[in-house]
């Protein structure tokens, strides 16, 4: 058994990996605004504000799963919004990183996966804020595998729309969901589960090999067209 720490293990994405690493004999530990059950250990805490539980002993990997969804014309963001989407997924995830790094460390084969998107490398209008903030997680995602190399890896997962709460009013009706399904090649959206499924893999064994890898979850939406 292994132990593994989840940031933002109350809904989402979040759940759900919280979920399999529970279902496969894990250990996790989960980090929360909201109160949870779901985890082994869980802690409420807002990552960007308040401080950081003490975990003692070696962590196998780190998911850290809190994001953003600002789609705003340029001209409407404030310099708030932009500040606020870099800290959410950027520095939330750097405060994390720093502070367990020694946990990390005392690991066999560590690992960390972090989450990106599909508008830090494919032009979509409205994505202004938070494809700059993704492309930081790509940025960070790169120099901390080079720099932490060979002991710890580090990928991310760059996703297309995903049905969880966070984008609840993106897919609050059927011609919404049946719009954004037809933008996919694939015609369908994402879901947690299967989202959870490509992080355990690349937490375990089968993807020693990789690292400093930016993979594309997106029903084929930047790359494929149809």
Same mark, same amino acid.
């Given at each position: 058994?292994?132990?593994?720490?989840?940031?933002?293990?109350?809904?989402?994405?979040?759940?759900?990996?919280?979920?399999?690493?529970?279902?496969?004999?894990?250990?996790?530990?989960?980090?929360?605004?909201?109160?949870?059950?779901?985890?082994?250990?869980s802690y409420v805490a807002d990552v960007l504000t308040d401080a950081l539980p003490l975990i003692e002993g070696p962590i196998d990997g780190i998911v850290y799963c809190p994001g953003s969804i600002t789609l705003k014309p340029f001209r409407g963001l404030k310099p708030e919004d932009f500040l606020?989407?870099?800290?959410?997924?950027?520095?939330?995830?750097?405060?994390?990183?720093?502070?367990?790094?020694?946990?990390?460390?005392?690991?066999?084969?560590?690992?960390?996966?972090?989450?990106?998107?599909?508008?830090?490398?494919?032009?979509?209008?409205?994505? #202004?804020?938070?494809?700059? $903030?993704?492309?930081?997680?790509?940025?960070? &995602?790169?120099?901390?595998? +080079? !720099?932490? *190399?060979?002991?710890?890896?580090?990928?991310?997962?760059?996703?297309?729309?995903?049905?969880?709460?966070?984008?609840?009013?993106?897919?609050?009706?059927? #011609?919404?969901?049946?719009? $954004?399904?037809?933008?996919?090649?694939?015609? &369908?959206?994402?879901?947690? +589960? !299967?989202? *959870?499924?490509?992080?355990?893999?690349?937490?375990?064994?089968?993807?020693?090999?990789?690292?400093?890898?930016?993979?594309?979850?997106?029903?084929?939406?930047?790359?494929?067209?149809?």
């Amino acid at each position: 058994m292994k132990t593994y720490l989840v940031i933002g293990n109350s809904s989402g994405i979040g759940k759900a990996v919280t979920d399999l690493l529970v279902s496969q004999g894990q250990s996790v530990i989960g980090i929360s605004r909201t109160e949870t059950t779901n985890a082994t250990q869980s802690y409420v805490a807002d990552v960007l504000t308040d401080a950081l539980p003490l975990i003692e002993g070696p962590i196998d990997g780190i998911v850290y799963c809190p994001g953003s969804i600002t789609l705003k014309p340029f001209r409407g963001l404030k310099p708030e919004d932009f500040l606020r989407d870099l800290n959410i997924n950027v520095m939330g995830a750097v405060r994390i990183l720093q502070q367990y790094l020694p946990n990390l460390q005392k690991a066999e084969h560590p690992s960390v996966v972090l989450f990106s998107s599909i508008a830090a490398t494919m032009g979509m209008p409205f994505h #202004a804020s938070i494809a700059m $903030a993704k492309g930081a997680v790509e940025g960070l &995602t790169r120099s901390l595998a +080079a !720099e932490w *190399a060979p002991k710890i890896r580090v990928n991310c997962l760059a996703l297309s729309l995903t049905d969880t709460p966070l984008a609840g009013r993106l897919l609050d009706n059927e #011609a919404k969901r049946t719009a $954004a399904a037809e933008r996919h090649p694939l015609k &369908t959206i994402g879901n947690s +589960a !299967e989202i *959870a499924a490509s992080v355990w893999l690349l937490l375990g064994s089968n993807t020693s090999f990789v690292t400093g890898q930016v993979w594309h979850i997106d029903g084929g939406m930047s790359s494929v067209r149809n």
